[in-house]
């Protein structure tokens, strides 16, 4: 493994020293974070989420341990909620039991109800605050209270989120959608939807991990800020930090990340370092190198990018009118997503927005799957395998978030699926040509739909969201016909007749 030509080396490039502001943290965030902690997901160990002090110390992504950490903080409804008496809300929470429902939720999860749905119901209208009108109209922001306490002015946000929530089941597609059905058909189910987050602002999902994690950099002074990638990450990283004024920088398997996704993080600016490795081998590099050269990491070993990655979990439910699907399914590579997305839902159970945790279920391609042989061991061991897959992005043999995600599965009764390339091509052409679309890795969800209720596993009248997790555009190649030369045609009439009839 090399760092090419073109790269970093420790001491050059990015400007060792000044990748970050040594400016002691501003008073506003060190208020704002004080009662927000890191906890080990593997030892419990806690740790502040920032320190007061100068120099400013270096950000903590991992345990002493080693184990990865996962963001604690108390949730508080802001004052002007305060028609519901507060003593309700900001102190109680429920016991975690699946299978139990919360009956008393409703009521005690009214006011974030409202909260969010208020939000969700103002209008952009530019004549407001600009920053306000920002956060409430973000699909991220909206739910902040539960995200980060950033004060306004740090935060870096497009905005984000508010992606369609498609209705494509058998009996709930709606009247002359017939080719929304086709997916519905494909999958078995009468009650089913499609999460698309490749309607995000650079096309995946990662711009909800991003908004904040971006926004963290903000608040600590962060100058230059880096991730290892399977191409969503880098574009979306290369955007947000091109907003925010930050120096991007990434490390991409070479050769081995789909065009779109290349072509944006270089359109955005961001130092594009290919590494001779895969996605693993870059993941390991960029930690060592953030370590050393004091760049902000932003992959989701960054505790604060998983907390945004719960508002696609937020945003499933407040879509649904805060009533839980049965299940929730969708593509797995590093395990940040499961994990974010099953942490959200524990948290909407907890603070009673919903009344029932949805089941999860992760897919993975076959060639990459070292979270489900696990999961058939019982989670008895952790597997890491050289990956291969045609769905590049979830091409990932040593997933970061391996332990989050396990604790995830096993607390919502989830389930952890393989599915072949084949039938990930044979799910992504379903897809596609219902006329709604998405990258390799995200037909993972219909392909791994359809094998669960083929085996009985998702039952074919449960209520059930898939997540596709990129846009169509990201890979121009991969299971989209190429030949083209048989509809080329002479500019004439009859020509054209011909090709028609
Ligand atoms: N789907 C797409 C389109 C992705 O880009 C990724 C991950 C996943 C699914 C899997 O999500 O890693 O949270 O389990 N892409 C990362 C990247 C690795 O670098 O863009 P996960």
């Known amino acids: 493994m090399a760092i090419n030509s073109t790269g970093l080396r420790p001491g050059q490039g990015a400007g060792e020293g000044n990748?970050?502001?040594?400016?002691?943290l501003p008073v506003d965030v060190l208020e704002a974070m004080s009662t927000t902690s890191l906890r080990c997901v593997?030892?419990?160990?806690?740790?502040?989420?920032?320190?007061?002090g100068q120099p400013v110390p270096s950000p903590r992504y991992r345990c002493e341990c080693g184990g990865v950490l996962d963001v604690e903080m108390p949730f508080c409804l802001p004052k002007q909620q305060s028609h519901y008496s507060r003593e309700d809300f900001d102190t109680k929470s429920f016991e975690l039991d699946a299978a139990t429902d919360n009956d008393s939720a409703p009521s005690a999860g009214a006011a974030w109800r409202q909260l969010f749905d208020e939000r969700a119901a103002n209008p952009p209208i530019w004549s407001i605050g600009t920053d306000k009108m920002l956060h409430d109209s973000s699909g991220v922001w909206r739910y902040r209270e539960l995200l980060l306490p950033a004060p306004e002015q740090y935060v870096i946000s497009r905005p984000e989120g508010n992606t369609s929530l498609y209705p494509v089941g058998i009996e709930n597609c709606g009247s002359g959608r017939s080719g929304h059905r086709q997916i519905g058909l494909y999958a078995g189910l009468e009650r089913f939807f499609l999460k698309h987050e490749g309607e995000n602002p650079t096309g995946s999902f990662k711009d909800r991990g991003m908004t904040v994690g971006v926004t963290m950099a903000n608040m600590l002074g962060a100058r230059a800020v880096a991730c290892a990638s399977t191409g969503n990450t880098s574009a979306s990283l290369a955007s947000y930090a091109a907003q925010a004024g930050m120096r991007g920088i990434v490390f991409l398997p070479a050769g081995k990340v789909a065009g779109g996704k290349?072509?944006?993080?270089?359109?955005?600016?961001?130092?594009?370092?290919?590494?001779e490795g895969d996605f693993d081998d870059a993941m390991r590099l960029v930690e060592q190198v953030c370590n050393e050269m004091?760049?902000?990491?932003?992959n989701s070993l960054n505790p604060f990018r998983v907390e945004g990655q719960k508002a696609i979990g937020f945003e499933i439910l407040q879509q649904l009118d805060w009533q839980a699907p049965d299940w929730v399914v969708l593509p797995a590579g590093n395990?940040?997503?499961t994990s974010a997305i099953g942490k959200a839902f524990r948290q909407a159970y907890q603070l009673g927005l919903i009344s029932h945790l949805p089941r999860i279920a992760s897919i993975q391609?076959?060639?990459?799957?070292?979270?489900?042989q696990s999961f058939m061991q019982g989670f008895s061991q952790r597997y890491s395998v050289h990956a291969e897959t045609v769905a590049t992005a979830i091409k990932i043999g040593d997933p970061v978030s391996f332990s989050r995600a396990r604790r995830v599965i096993e607390e919502c009764d989830g389930i952890v699926e393989q599915v072949t390339d084949q039938e990930i091509l044979a799910a992504k052409v379903v897809i596609d040509r219902a006329g709604i679309g998405c990258e390799p890795a995200s037909a993972a969800t219909l392909a791994g739909v359809r094998n669960l209720v083929a085996r009985g596993v998702i039952q074919r009248d449960e209520r059930v969201v898939g997540i596709?997790?990129?846009?169509?555009?990201k890979d121009g190649q991969t299971g989209i016909p190429q030949q083209t030369d048989g509809v080329v045609v002479e500019a004439t009439l009859d020509a054209v007749?011909?090709?028609?009839s």
Not at 19 to 24: I, L, M, Q, T
Not at 365 to 372: C, E, H, I, Q, T
């Open 19 to 24: 990748n970050r502001s040594n400016a002691p």
């Open 42 to 52: 593997e030892c419990s160990a806690v740790y502040p989420a920032v320190v007061a």
């Open 262 to 275: 290349l072509s944006q993080t270089l359109a955005y600016g961001a130092t594009t370092v290919q590494i």
């Open 294 to 298: 004091q760049i902000y990491l932003l």
């Open 335 to 337: 395990l940040g997503n």
């Open 365 to 372: 391609a076959a060639g990459a799957n070292p979270f489900y």
């Open 468 to 473: 596709l997790t990129g846009n169509l555009l």
């Open 497 to 500: 007749r011909k090709v028609l």
